[in-house]
């Protein structure tokens, strides 16, 4: 199960809709051994293209000398299908390298990319194969809070 929190959801959510008609991706960084998405990345689409994502090399290759300067692991990395639903394609499967990230896909089709619900999914990729799993929403990650918790609208 991924349990991410409402800021960093809504932030992912945002830049779906904001980088919409093309493929929107990035990263959400946690603290090293932790499953805790902490850090948004949000990352330039350097296809630039409404059907595939491509990270730009210099800008991952910082990104992930940043995360061992600071002790953290690629936690979420994500991308946005722009007319297709938010599940991973034959290319998305065969790209996902990170055994231990959730694979988190949003879909901005049917006007989703200007409001109202959009499709939040999350999976995990392990040598080609793709199983989903559930998102928890909370409000914040304090152990010691009530939480407040809400399912991802599919």
């Known amino acids: 199960m991924l349990t991410i929190d409402r800021a960093t959801h809504d932030a992912i959510i945002a830049h779906a809709r904001r980088d919409h008609p093309d493929e929107a991706c990035g990263v959400v960084a946690g603290p090293a051994g932790s499953d805790r998405p902490a850090r948004h990345v949000p990352m330039l689409n350097a296809a630039m293209s409404p059907t595939f994502y ?8 910082r990104l992930y000398r940043e995360m061992d300067d600071n ?11 722009t007319a297709t639903e938010a599940y991973p394609s034959r290319t998305d ?7 231990g990230a959730h694979y988190v896909l949003v879909s901005t089709r049917d006007g989703a990319h200007e409001s109202g619900p959009v499709d939040f999914r999350s999976y995990r990729i392990v040598d080609g194969e793709v199983t989903e799993e559930e998102v928890r929403v909370v409000d ?10 809400q399912k991802a609208e599919h």
């Not at 491509?54 to 290759?61: A, K, T, V, Y």
């Not at 002790?71 to 299908?81: A, G, L, R, W």
């Open 71 to 81: 002790d953290e692991d690629p936690v979420v990395i994500y991308h946005s299908h």
């Open 140 to 149: 914040r990650y304090d152990d010691e809070a009530p939480i407040t918790q």
């Open 93 to 99: 499967v065969n790209l996902a390298g990170e055994p």
């Open 54 to 61: 491509e990270f730009d090399s210099g800008d991952l290759l």
